[in-house]
DNA sequence: CTCTAGATCTAT
DNA sequence: TAGATCTAGAGG
């Protein structure tokens, strides 16, 4: 499995396959250990349900683009573009474990590219250059799955889809979060 | 041009 | 539970 092949597919399969993968930035690697999917243009909670503008632009491009944007005007998401052109996709990368360093340093999507020093320079650029994405040096962990976090501007249907991953032991934020009854 | 909401985090 | 901080996108 490469991380072109990995991403080559829908955000709902990639983000649990992302799990346990390994990114590198300016000599420093974090294992994911959370994810959440973001698909298509129906998908209310995706940026790209506003259509194609100059902010998701990136979405719409090959899988293995990075896209990263400000959120409440302070942090910056990471994101890894999935699936074919002009199919927007991306997963959210929400937490990862760096060696030697506590998970709570690491466990909320802004607190990902605190860390590792990541902002808007990387946006539109793709895996390989800057970022890397590396294969995972341990078997696949157990996974738990629940819903997305802070999309229930999107609407129930689309707030409640159980979109969001994480290594089984991972310390969460808002562990309070249940899968829903059925999707 | 103005206005508003937002894939969050931290301290209170 | 509120405040920080700022920009894309929508509306006039």
Same mark, same amino acid.
């Given at each position: 499995?490469?991380?072109?092949?990995?991403?080559?597919?829908?955000?709902?399969? $990639?983000?649990?396959?992302?799990?346990?993968?390994?990114?590198?930035?300016?000599?420093? !690697?974090?294992?994911?250990?959370?994810?959440?999917?973001?698909?298509?243009?129906?998908?209310?909670?995706?940026?790209?349900?506003?259509?194609?503008?100059?902010?998701?632009?990136?979405?719409?491009?090959?899988?293995?683009?990075?896209?990263?944007?400000?959120?409440?005007?302070?942090?910056?998401?990471?994101?890894?573009?999935?699936?074919?052109?002009?199919?927007?996709?991306?997963?959210?990368?929400?937490?990862? !474990?760096?060696?030697?360093?506590?998970?709570?340093?690491?466990?909320?999507?802004?607190?990902?590219?605190?860390?590792?020093?990541?902002?808007?320079?990387?946006?539109?650029?793709?895996?390989?250059?800057?970022?890397?994405?590396?294969?995972?040096?341990?078997?696949?962990?157990?996974?738990?799955?629940?819903?997305?976090?802070?999309?229930?501007?999107?609407?129930?249907?689309?707030? $409640?889809?159980?979109?969001?991953?994480?290594?089984?032991?991972?310390?969460?934020?808002?562990?309070?979060?249940?899968?829903?009854?059925?999707?």
């Amino acid at each position: 499995m490469t991380p072109s092949s990995l991403l080559a597919t829908s955000a709902v399969r $990639a983000a649990p396959a992302l799990i346990g993968w390994r990114l590198r930035f300016r000599k420093q !690697e974090a294992v994911i250990a959370e994810t959440e999917a973001y698909q298509g243009l129906a998908d209310r909670a995706c940026h790209a349900s506003k259509g194609r503008t100059p902010r998701t632009d990136v979405l719409f491009r090959e899988s293995g683009t990075v896209y990263v944007y400000l959120c409440y005007g302070m942090h910056w998401m990471l994101n890894l573009v999935c699936d074919e052109i002009d199919e927007p996709a991306a997963v959210l990368i929400r937490g990862v !474990e760096m060696p030697g360093s506590d998970p709570r340093r690491s466990n909320g999507p802004g607190k990902v590219t605190r860390q590792l020093g990541i902002d808007g320079k990387l946006n539109g650029t793709r895996l390989g250059e800057a970022l890397e994405l590396l294969p995972p040096l341990a078997p696949s962990p157990r996974l738990r799955r629940g819903p997305r976090v802070g999309v229930e501007y999107a609407g129930p249907r689309w707030s $409640a889809k159980p979109w969001r991953w994480w290594r089984n032991g991972f310390p969460v934020v808002r562990p309070d979060l249940r899968p829903p009854p059925e999707q």
